[in-house]
């Protein structure tokens, strides 16, 4: 039986395109719920408040760059979405006077225009955001060099950093298409057009220049530009699985407002089900050996019809 034709971008592929059992199931499930599904392998863990939520998201870049020596170099992967916890990492780092010159750091995805990775001074630059909401406000005496961080400018040298430097963890959020970094769901076309990729084939994906699915547009103007579309990308540089899977953890954050509801659930399912399917990029994350999911209990929320 042909999947269905998904209901926001009929030539792409998505979670709209997946059996309709399955997303009721997600739909169904409560924040108490979502513990259970933990399993080897997968973590779910629920924060009672915000200030909780983003210190224990802050505290995974100081555990991390701990370990770092200088024969043993320690990154951890960071997003852009959810940004509240990079101030609280250049506070941490500071109060604890932590040396940061064995440490490292990867930029998950930086815009692109003209094909080419966008200028630290473009307004919704992700490198910026690093910058100014992280990296220079640690005092510069304890700050990493230049060198040890690492944006996805030069593709090729990107990926080989993760076989030189470990990678101790990777830290995202989720987007409304159900990606992390700006893994997207693919187009509906050519040999894809019947069928999404296979996992093996997406999960050979690495970091690279990928098209945006007009979800991840949308929601980029919503969270960050005032919903102004027009000044949002269609094309972004990304890491990719193939670097991901290199990172000995994946650590989610749900702070409830970057996905929906529903997507928060439908991933954790998917997850703990072992149902990946490339429609729901974040759904590969099945077959990763640890990975972890953090919500806000405040952001949970209920899947229901509200007329507002």
């Not at 760059?65 to 951890?76: F, H, L, M, R, S």
């Not at 040999?191 to 296979?198: L, N, Q, S």
Request: aromatic share 10%; with cysteine.
């Amino acid at each position: 039986m042909s999947r269905p034709i998904s209901k926001v971008a009929p030539e792409w592929w998505d979670y709209t395109t997946l059996d309709e059992a399955l997303l009721a199931d997600a739909a169904r499930l409560t924040a108490e719920d979502l513990v259970q599904l933990s399993r080897p392998g997968f973590t779910v863990r629920i924060f009672d408040t915000l200030e909780e939520f983003y210190c224990a998201e802050a505290l995974e870049y100081i555990a991390t760059w701990k370990q770092a020596t200088a024969d043993n170099p320690v990154g951890i992967c960071g997003p852009i979405g959810p940004t509240e916890q990079l101030p609280l990492v250049a506070q941490m780092v500071n109060a604890l006077d932590l040396n940061l010159r064995h440490a490292h750091f990867w930029g998950m995805d930086e815009w692109i225009e003209n094909e080419r990775p966008v200028s630290p001074y473009h307004p919704l630059s992700f490198a910026r955001a690093d910058l100014e909401l992280c990296f220079n406000r640690i005092r510069p005496e304890l700050r990493m060099p230049a060198e040890n961080i690492h944006f996805p400018l030069d593709l090729p040298a990107y990926s080989r950093s993760y076989d030189e430097v470990r990678c101790a963890v990777m830290q995202g959020g989720q987007g409304e298409v159900k990606h992390w970094a700006f893994n997207d769901p693919p187009r509906r076309s050519g040999v894809y057009r019947d069928a999404p990729p296979t996992p093996a084939e997406y999960r050979a994906l690495g970091a690279r220049l990928t098209d945006l699915h007009p979800m991840t547009v949308i929601q980029n103007a919503r969270t960050s530009g005032g919903g102004y579309v027009p000044q949002v990308p269609i094309r972004a540089a990304t890491v990719g699985p193939l670097e991901t899977w290199k990172a000995e953890r994946v650590s989610i954050w749900h702070p409830g407002h970057h996905d929906n509801p529903f997507g928060i659930r439908l991933t954790a399912l998917m997850i703990s089900k072992r149902l990946p399917d490339s429609s729901v990029p974040m759904s590969l994350l099945a077959d990763h050996p640890d990975v972890l999911f953090s919500y806000y209990r405040g952001g949970i929320g209920v899947v229901a019809t509200e007329m507002h």
